[in-house]
């Protein structure tokens, strides 16, 4: 067994196709050609279905998950509004009058800072139109 020159095996296969292809089609040397030929397409066939059908599913799949996180969006949406809701007529319907403790917390809380500025230095005044 030598080697087989690459060009020579490609020239033998194009005149092997051209014999069946041409010349005589109903030949029983072409046989396994027609077979594989008929074989090829009938592959070919099959994969750009399976493709097909793999790019439908596929779309079909992001449509419904795409459905599916605007229904999402939507119902979080409407609990977000409901929770910022202005409630304004509620609270005027609670008693609103202040409880003592926290009015006087406030006025002394009011008195301490009021005694702090009192007893802090001051800065002295700046001549103005200088």
Known sequence: MGTVDPQQ?????????DYCFNFNPSASTCES???????????IGVLMVLIGAWKVWDYRRKARRAAIAEWERN???????KEAMWRGEEMAEVDST???DLVAKIRAGVEQRKREVASSPRPPAEPSGA
Do not use: C, K, M, T
């Open 98 to 100: 202040p409880d003592e």
């Open 33 to 43: 050609f027609w077979g594989n030929v008929i074989g090829a397409f009938i592959g």
């Open 75 to 81: 119902s979080i949406d409407e609990a977000g509004i």
């Open 9 to 17: 095996l490609l020239q033998s296969w194009w005149q092997y196709f």
